[in-house]
Structure formats: C-alpha cells, structure tokens
C-alpha cells in the first residue's frame, strides 16, 4: 500500500513540475508576442501608421493602441475566467495561447499608411484588441496551473512565480530577436520590412507552446471540485458578490509595479531615443541585461515570499519602487553609460520585488471555485488603472511639465496606492490553499510604513 502510494505521489510531483513547466513558457511566448508589440510601437509604428502627425501625436496614437490592448484585458480575464472555473484551466490556457499568437502573427502582415492609408491603423488596433483580449485570460489560469498542486503546498510562492518568470523570459527572447533583426539592415529597412520579422517568427512559439500546454493534465484543486459538485455555474458573477472587495485590493497592489514595468520596458526607449537621444541598440542591450538579472530575481523574490510571507516582502518592495522613482531618472539624464545600464537594470530588480511573490499572493486570496475569474479580474483591473495608461500619462507628463519628476511623482503615487492595498489584503500564505475558508476571516495587518514623499509639480 504504501508503495503504490508513493508511486502516486511521485507521479503528482512529475505532473506538477510538468505543470509547472507549461505555464512557464505558455507566458513566455504570450509575453514575447505582447512586449514585441509594445517594443516596436515605442521606437517605429507611429511614423509608419500614422506618418502625418507631428513626432509628439505619432508616438502618442502609436502608444495609444498599445493602450487599447490594456483596455481589453477585463472582458478576457472575465470570459476566460467563466470558462477556466467552469470546464478547466488546461482548455481555456491552450485557447489563450492560440489567441494571442496567431493575432501577433498578423501584426506582421498589416499594411501600412503608405499602402492603404488609415485602414492599416484600423487593422493594428483590432488585432491589438486580440491581442489583449488573450492576455487577459492567461495570467490567472497559468498561475492556478503552477500552484494547485499538493505537492507544491510549501513552496507556493516559488512555483506561482515560475509564470512570472514567463515574463522577463519573454520580453529578453523579445529584445534578442529584435537587437538580431535590426543588425541585419539600415534602419531605413527595418522601419519598411525588419520589424515584420518578429512578429511572423511568433508562429513558431505557437507550435512549441501548443505541443507544451496539450500535454499536462488539469490541477488536482479543480477534478476536486468537479468530483464534489462545487464547480460554480457562474463563477464570475459569484467571484464579484462575494470576493470584490479582494478584487479591488489586487488592483491596488498591482498600481506601482504595472506601470513600472512598463515605464522601465516601454517609456524608457521612446524617451531614451526621442529625447536623450541614446542609441537604440545601446537601450536594447541594457533591458537585455536587466532581463538576464530578472530570471534570477523573480524566483528568489518568489521563494523569499515562502519565508517571511508575501504582504510583508510586497510591502516593501513597493515602498522601495516609490523611492526609487526619483533617483531612476536622474540616473538616466546623466548621460553616462554606465549609470544609465546601472539604473535600467536595477529598475527591474526594484519591480521584481513585489512581482516574484505576486501570484501566490493574489491567488490566495481566492477559493479554488473562483479562482482563475477573481485573480484574473483583480489582476487585470490595473491595465485600466495603471499599466495601460502609463506610457501614455508618462509621455504627457513629460511634454506638458518638461521634467522626468512629474513622471517620477507618478510612479511614486501608484506605489503608494499598491502599500496601502496591500496592507488590507489578507496574507493568506499559511492557509489551506484548496479551502473555500481562504479571506474570509483574515484581518488586514498593522503595518508601519513609509510612503514615497510627493513633492508638488512645477512648471
């Protein structure tokens, strides 16, 4: 007896690390299709779909529909949530998956102005809309796919970071291929055709992670449910009367790091190219470092999270992100390279601190019954609040103001919002994960901090 339950357990062990495994580069590929995007709207869409703007509304309409992808994400974290609560995690992320890179493959087949005038826009914002509407379904379904496993009970915070892990990951093969592309040619030739190349090699990323993501078997939380009879009919609409308060609080939390991450990925090229006039390759090459020091800071961050709890180490890796702001941009005006690749790099390190044990501490949060719609819907929330808007409230800031401590004061008031949040989101890490007891008697901790101070603006 006791041999044939060991051979189970080692058997639910190799099927969680496979789990855990197909999250991980499920997100990878997502995360490389949606950073691609962000990437090349940054420095090239807006002089190509939109080339009668000034070089200020180019780069603003171009961010714009990098925004509207955030805007979707919602209506996708609800809809995939339904189903993912509803039928199974493992479906609803091999969807996802096909969603995402087949909508990115297309980007790379868009005509631009020249060719059918503003139809070309037209085509890039729909797509961009996939785009987003497949994200939004992702993150909450690779996340439960990682942790709903016995086996990873203690070392919770770990496994649920290895999907964040998916992100650095994804946004480093991102800037590789990118870096690779644009040494092939004049800039002249990647602004008409490179720039294509990447988002056409995405289709295969789809094949890989389609041949990953079909192989695991669903999560031991979720055929408990179904074994019980608890699966919720309509877990969604359950997950907001009963859980919404938890909802809110996620998206308070996730304020300072969404639109961190995408002022350090994102903002920093178009600043850095349009206004300190710093080489393209040479930012490339910084944010591939800084993702090269990601893939071992989200993990540690993560198993950290498994010691001293995850409210704790969240707190104080947004306290750390608001005070950070203002030294970040000085060290980028410096104008010397090296203080320039030290501030990109630590600027992920800062952001990592609250994203590596993020996962499992928005996923306890909620019972297994609605898990993959709560999460996902408090999660995506902040692309409204925070991560969408944040290129765009940064390049508006900057032009209006004339100053980076406009932008800095920004950052600094989201990373406040995200320590507040997360003082009253209860730490669940000690909990049992598959129990529908996880909040809802779970106190808000007192905790001392100190918020980033921020100063008034100045003309």
Same mark, same amino acid.
Not at 25 to 48: C, N, P, Q
Not at 329 to 358: C, E, F, K, R, T
């Given at each position: 007896?006791?041999?044939?339950?060991? /051979?189970?357990?080692?058997?639910?062990? @190799?099927?969680? +690390? +496979?789990?855990?495994?197909?999250?991980?580069?499920?997100?990878?590929? /997502?995360?490389?299709?949606?950073?691609?995007?962000?990437?090349?709207?940054?420095?090239?869409?807006?002089?190509?779909?939109?080339?009668?703007?000034?070089?200020?509304?180019?780069?603003?309409?171009?961010?714009?529909?990098?925004?509207?992808?955030?805007?979707?994400?919602?209506?996708?974290?609800?809809?995939?949530?339904?189903?993912?609560? @509803?039928?199974?995690?493992?479906?609803?992320?091999?969807?996802?998956?096909?969603?995402?890179?087949?909508?990115?493959?297309?980007?790379?087949?868009?005509?631009?102005?020249?060719?059918?005038?503003?139809?070309?826009?037209?085509?890039?914002?729909?797509?961009?809309?996939?785009?987003?509407?497949?994200?939004?379904?992702?993150?909450?379904?690779?996340?439960?796919?990682?942790?709903?496993?016995?086996?990873?009970?203690?070392?919770?915070?770990?496994?649920? !970071?290895?999907?964040?892990?998916?992100?650095?990951?994804?946004?480093?093969?991102?800037?590789?291929?990118?870096?690779?592309?644009? @040494?092939? $040619?004049?800039?002249?030739? =990647?602004?008409?055709?490179?720039?294509?190349?990447?988002?056409?090699?995405?289709?295969?990323?789809?094949?890989?992670?389609?041949?990953? +993501?079909?192989?695991?078997?669903?999560?031991?939380?979720?055929?408990?449910?179904?074994?019980?009879?608890?699966? /919720?009919?309509?877990?969604?609409?359950?997950?907001?009367?009963?859980?919404?308060?938890?909802?809110?609080?996620?998206?308070?939390?996730?304020?300072?790091?969404?639109?961190?991450?995408?002022?350090?990925?994102?903002?920093?090229?178009?600043?850095?190219?349009?206004?300190?006039?710093?080489?393209?390759?040479?930012?490339?090459?910084?944010?591939?470092?800084?993702?090269?020091?990601?893939?071992?800071?989200?993990?540690?961050?993560?198993?950290?999270?498994?010691?001293?709890?995850?409210?704790?180490?969240?707190?104080?890796?947004?306290?750390?992100? $608001?005070?950070?702001? =203002?030294?970040?941009?000085?060290?980028?005006? !410096?104008?010397?390279?090296?203080?320039?690749?030290?501030?990109?790099?630590?600027?992920?390190?800062?952001?990592?601190?609250?994203?590596?044990?993020?996962?499992?501490?928005?996923?306890?949060?909620?019972?297994?019954?609605? @898990?993959?719609?709560?999460?996902?819907?408090?999660?995506?929330?902040?692309?409204?609040?925070?991560?969408?808007?944040?290129?765009?409230?940064?390049?508006?800031?900057?032009?209006?103001?004339?100053?980076?401590?406009?932008?800095?004061?920004?950052?600094?008031?989201?990373? !406040?919002?995200?320590?507040?949040?997360?003082? =009253?989101?209860?730490?669940?890490?000690?909990?049992?994960?598959?129990?529908?007891?996880?909040?809802?008697?779970?106190?808000?901790?007192?905790?001392?901090?100190?918020?980033?101070?921020?100063?008034?603006?100045?003309?």
């Amino acid at each position: 007896m006791k041999v044939v339950q060991k /051979e189970i357990d080692v058997d639910t062990q @190799r099927h969680a +690390r +496979r789990a855990v495994i197909a999250s991980t580069v499920g997100s990878m590929i /997502e995360w490389y299709d949606f950073y691609i995007y962000g990437l090349v709207a940054a420095t090239v869409l807006g002089k190509l779909f939109f080339p009668q703007a000034d070089p200020y509304s180019a780069t603003l309409l171009s961010l714009s529909t990098f925004f509207l992808g955030f805007v979707i994400r919602p209506v996708g974290a609800a809809i995939f949530g339904h189903f993912g609560d @509803r039928i199974g995690r493992k479906g609803t992320l091999v969807s996802t998956l096909l969603l995402m890179g087949v909508s990115t493959v297309l980007v790379g087949l868009v005509p631009t102005y020249d060719q059918v005038g503003i139809w070309g826009a037209v085509a890039l914002t729909i797509l961009r809309l996939l785009q987003g509407f497949g994200v939004g379904g992702e993150w909450g379904g690779a996340v439960a796919v990682a942790t709903e496993w016995k086996s990873l009970d203690k070392k919770r915070g770990l496994a649920g !970071s290895w999907p964040q892990f998916g992100s650095p990951l994804g946004l480093l093969l991102a800037l590789l291929v990118l870096s690779a592309v644009s @040494r092939l $040619g004049t800039n002249e030739w =990647f602004e008409t055709i490179g720039w294509r190349i990447p988002f056409l090699l995405s289709i295969v990323l789809i094949g890989v992670g389609f041949y990953i +993501r079909i192989g695991i078997h669903e999560t031991p939380a979720f055929k408990d449910m179904e074994r019980k009879g608890t699966v /919720e009919k309509a877990p969604v609409a359950v997950a907001i009367k009963k859980y919404w308060r938890e909802i809110l609080l996620v998206c308070g939390i996730r304020s300072g790091q969404h639109a961190a991450f995408y002022l350090f990925s994102t903002f920093v090229l178009s600043y850095g190219v349009g206004t300190l006039h710093i080489s393209r390759d040479f930012l490339f090459n910084a944010l591939l470092l800084a993702c090269a020091v990601s893939l071992i800071s989200v993990p540690t961050f993560g198993y950290l999270s498994d010691i001293i709890g995850r409210r704790s180490l969240y707190i104080i890796g947004a306290v750390t992100l $608001g005070i950070f702001a =203002f030294p970040y941009y000085a060290m980028l005006n !410096s104008g010397n390279s090296i203080i320039i690749v030290l501030a990109i790099v630590m600027s992920i390190v800062v952001h990592d601190i609250s994203y590596g044990p993020q996962p499992a501490f928005i996923a306890e949060a909620f019972p297994p019954e609605v @898990r993959y719609s709560g999460s996902s819907l408090g999660y995506q929330l902040s692309s409204i609040t925070a991560g969408g808007p944040a290129p765009l409230v940064a390049t508006y800031l900057f032009h209006e103001y004339g100053t980076t401590l406009a932008v800095s004061i920004y950052l600094a008031t989201l990373a !406040s919002i995200a320590v507040v949040s997360a003082i =009253f989101l209860p730490d669940t890490y000690r909990r049992n994960y598959n129990s529908a007891e996880v909040a809802t008697d779970a106190k808000p901790a007192k905790v001392d901090v100190a918020i980033a101070p921020s100063p008034s603006l100045a003309r």
